[in-house]
Nanobody
Framework: QVQLVESGGGLAQPGGSLRLSCAASGISFWGFAMAWYRQAPGKQRDLVATITNGGSANNPDSVKGRLNITRDNAKNTMYLQMNSLKPENKAVYYC?????????WGQGTQVTVSS
């Protein structure tokens, strides 16, 4: 059974940074393109950033510099470095395979940005 565990969220000030982690167990995820998703209050879950199985990130210009997605296949772990945080970044962040999400969703990690 594949299990995804997200961590690293919390309360950050506007302009601050957080580093989210996603640990996968029950599978070797090196063969899968992965992604971070988020669900803001009252909204559907949507895609935040993606990374190929080889570690290449292909993300919109709008997030480059503010979001840096990386992975360590040897550790079955993926990361999301979030910089220049804004209140609108508030959401629960999840990880999964990149479209479609193939595995059971984890509990997510809450990110709140407030002064």
């Amino acid at each position: 059974q594949v299990q995804l565990v997200e961590s690293g969220g919390g309360l950050a000030q506007p302009g601050g940074s957080l580093r989210l982690s996603c640990a996968a167990s029950g599978i070797s995820f090196w063969g899968f393109a992965m992604a971070w998703y988020r669900q803001a209050p009252g909204k559907q879950r949507d895609l935040v950033a993606t990374i190929t199985n080889g570690g290449s990130a292909n993300n919109p210009d709008s997030v480059k510099g503010r979001l840096n997605i990386t992975r360590d296949n040897a550790k079955n772990t993926m990361y999301l470095q979030m910089n220049s945080l804004k209140p609108e970044n508030k959401a629960v962040y999840y990880c999964n395979t990149y479209l479609p999400p193939r595995w059971p969703w984890g509990q997510g990690t809450q990110v709140t940005v407030s002064s």
